[in-house]
C-alpha cells in the first residue's frame, strides 16, 4: 500500500495538476471529492494554493495517504480570514460529514457560549446548539481564547455559578463572581438586566470595556507589574479572537440565497451563496458566455435556478446592484433586495470574489487545455477505433419553446477550436420543436454542400443530443447522401449536463472515456463550445424581434405590463396575435391594450 500511495502522491491526474497551479494564495475552505463526486474531506487553509498542494506534493503515511489515493478532484471557498475559514470548515463538515474527518463532527467541535433558560440562569460552554431556548454565541474557532473569554464574563457579569439554593452564600458569591442565588432569591429584572449586558458585548460592543482593560494594562506596565500586564493583554487578544465581527456569521436566521457574479470577455460566473441558520451552508457556482445585458442574464439565470433544480426558494434573495428587483420579485414571489452595507454587502462581496476567481480559473483552465492537445484526438478515434484524424464538427440547437429554431456548428482542428469555420442555420423545415427535422436538415444542408463544392470532410462529427440525434445524421449521410465512410458519434450527458460518455455511430455501443484523459477534456470543450455557439446565436437572433425590445418602443408599456405580457401569453407572436379583450383580461386598461394591439400588428 505504500508504495501505491507514493505512486499517487507523485503522479496526481491532470485534472488535478491543472487546479493546484490555479489555486488561490487566499484563506479558505477546500472539500475534497471521489471519483463520484461525494465530498470525502473538508479543511480549511491560511492559504489555499499551499495548503491544498500539500496533499500532492508531500509524503504522507496513515490516513492521510488513503485519502489521498481516493481524492480525484476538489473544490473551494474562499473566504476574507483564517477565522471565517474556520466557522465554514465546520458548517460544512456539519453538512456533509465527510468520512475522513476525524473531528468537527455535529454536536463536537468548535464551542459556543451559552446562557441557559431557567429560573436561575448561568453561563457555560458548550458543543452544540439545541432548540432550548437558550442564547448561543460562537462558534469560536479558537477554545482556549473561548475559555478565556467565558471567564472574563463570569468576573465582570456574574450570573449564577454554583448548583442552586444551599442556605448560604458560595464561594464564588464572595469572590463577586454569582449574584447569589446559593442563599437568596434574585429577582427576573436583576437577572435579565445583566443577561442584557453580556448579549450586549458577545454582540461586538467591546469598546468601552477593551478601553478599560487597556488602561488597566497601561497602569500596571508603568507600576512595573508585567506579569498582570501580559494578563490584561492577552485578554485584549482573547476578546478580538471571540467577539470580532464574523462575517461569515448573522444573528438574523432569515434563510437566504445570495446572488452576485463577475463579468468578463463575454463570459460570466454566477456564485449562490445558500445563507440558512445564520450559516453559509454551502455555495454553486457556473459559468456560461452571454449576449444580453448583465441584468438579464442575472434574472434568466436566477429564474431558471428555482425552475428547472426544483429548488425550494429562501425567504429573501439578495442581490448586487444593477438587478431590477421589483421584477424579479414579482417572478420569483419572494422579497428581493440589494444589499448596502454590513455583513450582507459583505458577503456579497466574498460571492463576487469568488465568482471572479471562478472565472478566471475557467479562462486558465480553457488555455492550459487548448495547449496540450497532443494524443487528444488519437484517444478519441482510438476509443471509436477510427482512423487518426484532426478536424472535428460539431453541431448542437437550440429554441425557446419551439420559436426561433436554431442550429450551429464548431469545427476544432488538432484539439483547437477554429472560429473562422463556425457555421450558424436557421432551421426552416419545421416551425416547432423537433430534434429529428432540425437535425436531418442542418446536416443536409452542411455535407450536400461541400459535396457540390469539392470540399473537405471532418475527421469525426458530433451530435451533441445523444442517440436521436445520431440516428437522425446518419439517415442522411448514408441514406441520401452515401457518405458511408465518415465517423459520427453522439455526446452522451450525465444529469449535470455534462459530456460523460460517446455513443459509437458505427456500432451504437457507448464507449466509456477515462475521465482524466485529454481525449475527454477535448470532448468536454468541444460540447461546452458548440453549446455556447448554439445559444449564444439563438440570442442575437431573439433579441433582433424580442419581447423586450418591440414591448420597449411602445409608449406606456413599463417593466411591470411587459412582465405581465411575457407569464401570461409566453411570446411576441401569441401577444400579438391577442386581442384588445384578451389583452384587457390580465389588468391592462383599454387605452393601452389598443395601443399594444395595433403597434405589434403594424411591426409585424
Known amino acids: 500500500m505504500a508504495w501505491y500511495n507514493r505512486i499517487m502522491l507523485a503522479n496526481p491526474s491532470k485534472h488535478i495538476e491543472q487546479k493546484l497551479a490555479l489555486l488561490p494564495a487566499e484563506p479558505g475552505s477546500y472539500q475534497m471529492k471521489d471519483r463520484n463526486g461525494k465530498i470525502i474531506y473538508v479543511g480549511k487553509a491560511k492559504n489555499l494554493k499551499n495548503r491544498v498542494r500539500s496533499y500532492f506534493k508531500q509524503d504522507h503515511d496513515g490516513k492521510t495517504a488513503e485519502l489521498v489515493g481516493n481524492i480525484v478532484d ?11 475559514a474556520f466557522l465554514l470548515e465546520n458548517e460544512l463538515i456539519k453538512k456533509y460529514k465527510p468520512y475522513y474527518n476525524i473531528r468537527l463532527k455535529y454536536g463536537t467541535g468548535y464551542p459556543y457560549i451559552k446562557i441557559t433558560k431557567e429560573r436561575n440562569p448561568k453561563m457555560a460552554l458548550v458543543n452544540e446548539v439545541k432548540k432550548d431556548g437558550g442564547f448561543y454565541f460562537g462558534p469560536y474557532p479558537n477554545v482556549y481564547a473561548a475559555q478565556e473569554t467565558l471567564r472574563f464574563l463570569e468576573k465582570n457579569y456574574p450570573l449564577r455559578r454554583c ?8 464561594l464564588y458569591y464572595n469572590m463577586g463572581q454569582c449574584l447569589g442565588a446559593c442563599w437568596q432569591d434574585v429577582s427576573v429584572a436583576k437577572y435579565d438586566e445583566q443577561i442584557s449586558r453580556i448579549k450586549h458585548f458577545l454582540d461586538g460592543n467591546t469598546a468601552s470595556v477593551k478601553k478599560v482593560i487597556a488602561e488597566k494594562m497601561q497602569v500596571a506596565a508603568s507600576t512595573l507589574e508585567f506579569e498582570r500586564a501580559a494578563d490584561l493583554r492577552d485578554q485584549l487578544k482573547y476578546i478580538d479572537e471571540t467577539v470580532e465581527s464574523q462575517r461569515v456569521l448573522s444573528k438574523d436566521t432569515t434563510p437566504r440565497d445570495l446572488f452576485n457574479y463577475y463579468l468578463d470577455k463575454g463570459w460570466m460566473t454566477i456564485e449562490v451563496f445558500f445563507l440558512r441558520q445564520a450559516r453559509l451552508i454551502r455555495q454553486f457556482k457556473q459559468t456560461f458566455s452571454v449576449v444580453g445585458s448583465e441584468d438579464e442574464e442575472v434574472i434568466n439565470f436566477i429564474q431558471q435556478f428555482y425552475s428547472q433544480r426544483n429548488i425550494q426558494k429562501p425567504h429573501e434573495v439578495l442581490v448586487p446592484k444593477g438587478i431590477n428587483t421589483a421584477a424579479l420579485a414579482e417572478i420569483l414571489e419572494v422579497p428581493v433586495r440589494i444589499p448596502v452595507r454590513g455583513e450582507k454587502r459583505d458577503l456579497l462581496d466574498l460571492a463576487k470574489k469568488n465568482a471572479r476567481i471562478a472565472l478566471e480559473e475557467k479562462f486558465r ?3 492550459l487545455n487548448e495547449k496540450k492537445t497532443t494524443g487528444a484526438m488519437r484517444e478519441i478515434t482510438e476509443s471509436l477505433h477510427i482512423p487518426m484524424g484532426h478536424r472535428i464538427e460539431a453541431f448542437d440547437h437550440s429554441h425557446t419553446q419551439g420559436v426561433e429554431i436554431v442550429s450551429a456548428m464548431v469545427v476544432f482542428d488538432d484539439g483547437v477550436p477554429n472560429k473562422d469555420l463556425y457555421r450558424k442555420y436557421k432551421i426552416k423545415s419545421v416551425t416547432h420543436a423537433d430534434e429529428w427535422s432540425e437535425t436531418q436538415e442542418v446536416i443536409r444542408r ?17 451530435m451533441d443530443g445523444g442517440e436521436i440525434q445520431l440516428h437522425a445524421a446518419k439517415e442522411v449521410l448514408v441514406d441520401e447522401l452515401g457518405l458511408t465512410h465518415v465517423p459520427i458519434a453522439a455526446m452522451v450527458k450525465n444529469d449535470k449536463h455534462k459530456t460523460a460518455d460517446l455513443i459509437d455511430g458505427k456500432t451504437g455501443d457507448v464507449v466509456v472515456l477515462d475521465k482524466q484523459s485529454e481525449g475527454f477534456f477535448l470532448i468536454q470543450r ?8 448554439a445559444i449564444n446565436f439563438h440570442r442575437q437572433l431573439r433579441s433582433k424581434n424580442s419581447l423586450a425590445s418591440r414591448l420597449d418602443t411602445i409608449d406606456g408599456v413599463g417593466p411591470k405590463t411587459r412582465q405581465k405580457l411575457l407569464r401570461e401569453f409566453g411570446s411576441l407572436p401569441k401577444i400579438a396575435a391577442a386581442s384588445v379583450t384578451e389583452l384587457q383580461a390580465i389588468g391592462i386598461n383599454e387605452k393601452l391594450a ?3 394591439h395595433m403597434s405589434l400588428k403594424v411591426g409585424g
Open 446 to 462: 452542411r455535407y450536400s454542400r461541400i459535396l457540390k463544392e469539392g470540399g473537405d470532410m471532418p475527421d469525426l462529427i458530433l
Open 526 to 533: 468541444v460540447q461546452e463550445e458548440v453549446h455556447r455557439f
Open 365 to 367: 483552465l480553457m488555455q
Open 74 to 84: 476538489f473544490d473551494f471557498i474562499v473566504t476574507n480570514s483564517d477565522k471565517e
Open 163 to 170: 448548583n442552586g439554593y444551599q442556605g448560604r452564600p458560595c
Open 594 to 596: 389598443r395601443v399594444i
